[in-house]
C-alpha cells in the first residue's frame, strides 16, 4: 500500500503569490471556487498511513502540517508522524520549510550530497541541530528503505539553484543530482515525484514507463508565459523547467508512456492550467492528466 498526499502543488511564490495583481492571483484571494488557492509545492507519503515522509520543505510547511491531519502530533505533549523529509534540490521553495521544523523533533534529512553541500554551506540551518536531525547523504539510484517502501533518488535533467548560480552559463542543464526525482515503491506499485525537469530524455523515459503514478513538473503552459504576461524575461527552460504543451512538451513526452495516473505539480501562478475552467484545463484533462490541489489524497 502507498499513500500520497499533496501539501502544496504550486511552484515558488504559491498561489495566489503575495505581490502579484494577475487576474488569476484575484480570482484566488477572492475564493473563486474555478482559482482554488494552493501552496508551495511539496508531498507527503506513507506505507501505514501512521509514519510519514515529506518531500520537500517548502517556506509553507507549518501552514501544510495545520491543514493536514495524518502530519498533526498524536501522542504526548510535543511528538510528529514525521519520520523524515527528502529533498528533490537545493531550492529556497525546497528547503526554507526546514527551519520551521527545528523545534527539537527527531527526523532525518535525506538528499543528495550535492543538495546537503548547499545547506551546510549556510549556517542558519544549524538551527536544525544536528543531533535530533541527521542529515544523511544519499547516492544516486541507491535504494534507501523507509518503513514498508523503498525510494531512490535519481537525476533529473535541471539546473543549479537559482542562488547558487555562477560560471560561464549558469542555465546549463544538468544530470549530476543538483535537481533529482524520487521513485517509490512497496513492490507492487511504483509512484514518481519529479516537481523539475528541463527536458525529457531516454532514461527518464524508460524509467518511468508503465509507472502506476508519475506527478511531474508542470510550471509553465508554454516557454515564453513569463515574457509574454510580463512577468519576467527568462524562458521556462532558461529557469530549467519543461513547458506542459507544445511538440517538446510534458504532454506530448508522456503520450506513449502508458503511465496510470499522471498528475502536473509545481505549477506556477501563470500557469492557466490552475484555472478549472479555462481551454488549457480541458485541454489537460483530455490528455488524460490532473491538476494537482493541496489536500489531493492518491492511494494505490
Known amino acids: 500500500m502507498l499513500k500520497v498526499i499533496v501539501l502544496g502543488a504550486a511552484a515558488g511564490g504559491g498561489f495566489p503569490q503575495w505581490n502579484s495583481n494577475a487576474s488569476a ?29 515529506v518531500v520537500n520543505a517548502s ?20 511528538s510528529t508522524p514525521i519520520a523524515s523529509v527528502v529533498l528533490t534540490g537545493a531550492e529556497v521553495d525546497t528547503i ?3 527551519l520551521t521544523l527545528r523545534e527539537r523533533e527527531p527526523f532525518d534529512l535525506f538528499a543528495t550530497a550535492q543538495v546537503l ?22 547516492a544516486l539510484d541507491e535504494p534507501l528503505t523507509l518503513q514498508t517502501l523503498e525510494v531512490r533518488l535519481f537525476a ?3 539546473k543549479v539553484p537559482l542562488y547558487a548560480e555562477k560560471g560561464e552559463d ?6 549530476n543530482g543538483e535537481t533529482t526525482g524520487l521513485e517509490i515503491t512497496d513492490g507492487d506499485v511504483r509512484a514518481f515525484y519529479i516537481p523539475g525537469c528541463a527536458r525529457m530524455t ?34 521556462g527552460r532558461r529557469m530549467g523547467h519543461m513547458s506542459v504543451s507544445g511538440q517538446d512538451g510534458v ?15 509545481h505549477i506556477n501562478n501563470s500557469n492557466p492550467i490552475l484555472l478549472a475552467d479555462s481551454p488549457e484545463r480541458a485541454r489537460v484533462e483530455s490528455d488524460g492528466w490532473d491538476v494537482a490541489f493541496d489536500g489531493m489524497r492518491i492511494e494505490l
Not at 548547499?118 to 536531525?133: G, H, M, Y
Open 25 to 53: 492571483c484575484n480570482r484566488a484571494r477572492e475564493g473563486d471556487p474555478a482559482a482554488s488557492a494552493r501552496t508551495q509545492a511539496s508531498i507527503a507519503f506513507s506505507g501505514d498511513g501512521e509514519r510519514w515522509h
Open 59 to 78: 517556506p509553507d510547511i507549518r501552514q501544510q502540517i495545520g491543514a493536514t491531519r495524518e502530519l498533526q502530533p498524536k501522542h504526548g505533549l510535543r
Open 96 to 98: 526554507a520549510g526546514l
Open 117 to 138: 553541500e548547499q545547506i551546510d554551506a549556510n549556517p542558519i540551518f544549524e538551527a536544525l541541530n544536528r543531533e535530533i536531525v541527521g542529515r544523511h547523504a544519499v
Open 156 to 158: 533529473a535533467p535541471g
Open 170 to 175: 549558469p542555465a546549463a542543464v544538468v544530470e
Open 202 to 235: 531516454d532514461a527518464l523515459r524508460e524509467r518511468v514507463k508503465g509507472a502506476d503514478l508519475v506527478m511531474f513538473d508542470g510550471t509553465l503552459w508554454q516557454d515564453d508565459e513569463m515574457i509574454r504576461a510580463g512577468l519576467g524575461q527568462k524562458t
Open 251 to 265: 504532454i506530448a513526452a508522456f503520450r506513449d508512456l502508458d503511465v496510470k495516473h499522471k498528475v502536473f505539480i
